[in-house]
T-cell receptor, first 113, second 113 residues
Framework: EPEVTQTPSHQVTQMGQEVILRCVPI?????FYWYRQILGQKVEFLVS????????KSEIFDDQFSVERPDGSNFTLKIRSTKLEDSAMYFC???????????FGPGTRLTVL | LAKTTQPISMDSYEGQEVNITCSHN???????ITWYQQFPSQGPRFIIQ???TKVTNEVASLFIPADRKSSTLSLPRVSLSDTAVYYC??????????????FGKGTRLHILP
């Protein structure tokens, strides 16, 4: 069964450093998403992406965040200057069409020290 | 998006049937009811979706009364591996404007041996 994969599974970084979280969505999917979940809290929407541009972003997704689909398979989330409060689990998701079931990856646990 | 209310947590025993009820008094005519499951340290996973009456798949059943102001997710004969957080979501399917998923706090189901 096809699945969304994410790398790394755990990333530790120093405050102020840049991080790039990587995702490989399911191959025939066209819609891509990033969510995050701070420990013990709700899963929060960050951004949706379609046709090489952002469809929607939340208030959390400020200028420190960016997304890119650099090639035909990867979908990345970059945080330019990490803050302590960016520590969370980051989930990538993809769907074949808008509104269809979203398939989530296993997540990347980001720890900012 | 219709607001949903579901129990914060539930305990049950292996082999039992578990029913988790979600209230959505302000559900709109076009809204569907969707349930996601999230195991510890994993991304959410779609379980089931329905509009009215009853939907059943290999994982669960979803019961929706005629007024659609509530719905019940039924898990038959649970096992320890069903310990997870279960999210009830209500919205357009496919959504007309945005396709992000807004997760609530969900119901934390704990299965005991």
């Amino acid at each position: 069964e096809p699945e969304v994969t994410q790398t790394p599974s755990h990333q530790v970084t120093q405050m102020g450093q840049e991080v790039i979280l990587r995702c490989v969505p399911i191959s025939n999917h066209l819609y891509f998403y990033w969510y995050r979940q701070i420990l013990g809290q709700k899963v929060e929407f960050l951004v949706s992406f379609y046709n090489n541009e952002i469809s929607e972003k939340s208030e959390i997704f400020d200028d420190q965040f960016s997304v890119e689909r650099p090639d035909g398979s990867n979908f990345t989330l970059k945080i330019r200057s990490t803050k302590l409060e960016d520590s969370a689990m980051y989930f990538c998701a993809s769907s074949v069409a808008r509104g269809n079931e979203q398939f989530f990856g296993p997540g990347t646990r980001l720890t900012v020290l | 998006l219709a607001k949903t209310t579901q129990p914060i947590s539930m305990d049950s025993y292996e082999g039992q049937e578990v029913n988790i009820t979600c209230s959505h008094n302000n559900i709109a005519t076009n809204d569907y009811i969707t349930w996601y499951q999230q195991f510890p340290s994993q991304g959410p996973r779609f379980i089931i979706q329905g509009y009215k009456t009853k939907v059943t798949n290999e994982v669960a059943s979803l019961f929706i009364p005629a007024d659609r102001k509530s719905s019940t997710l039924s898990l038959p004969r649970v096992s320890l591996s069903d310990t997870a957080v279960y999210y009830c979501l209500v919205g357009d399917s496919p959504p007309k404007r945005d396709d992000k998923i807004i997760f609530g706090k969900g119901t934390r189901l704990h299965i005991l041996p």
